[in-house]
């Protein structure tokens, strides 16, 4: 499973989005859906595969001669991992620390702390609705 210690590589996210989007896939299909961007050979993709199942988030059914494989991790936890281990190096795990970052340097557009807000508010709203 994917922790903060164990997040996707770059190139896994490649594997993941294809079998987010529609599982189950074959080592064909994804050769084929993978073959012009990000441009792998055939051997890249069995690599991949290999070690992705190794490592646990994805998995794969038998099916006739054909490996079916699955993502094994939801993309919200994936995203959760990423998220937590991006804070811990770039912020020493403040969120607070990383959003005054952002408005520091103006990364954020109205629309987007607008979004913030509401995000904020429903938070709070909802711990509000635990202390009772």
Sequence with gaps: MVTPNNTL???????MEKLWELAPRT??????ELKDDPG??????QTML????DKGVIRFEVAGRAKQYY????????AVAEA?????RAFAGSASM????LVRKKQLTKEEINELYTILQEAEDKNDGNND
Excluded: F
């Design 50 to 53: 290999e070690r992705m199942t």
């Design 98 to 101: 990383m959003m005054s970052t």
């Design 40 to 45: 792998w050979s055939r051997s890249t993709v």
């Design 84 to 88: 937590r281990s991006l804070l811990e």
């Design 27 to 32: 080592y064909v299909q994804l050769c084929h």
């Design 9 to 15: 590589g770059k190139s896994e996210w490649h594997i």
């Design 71 to 78: 993502p094994n991790v939801a993309r919200d936890d994936v």
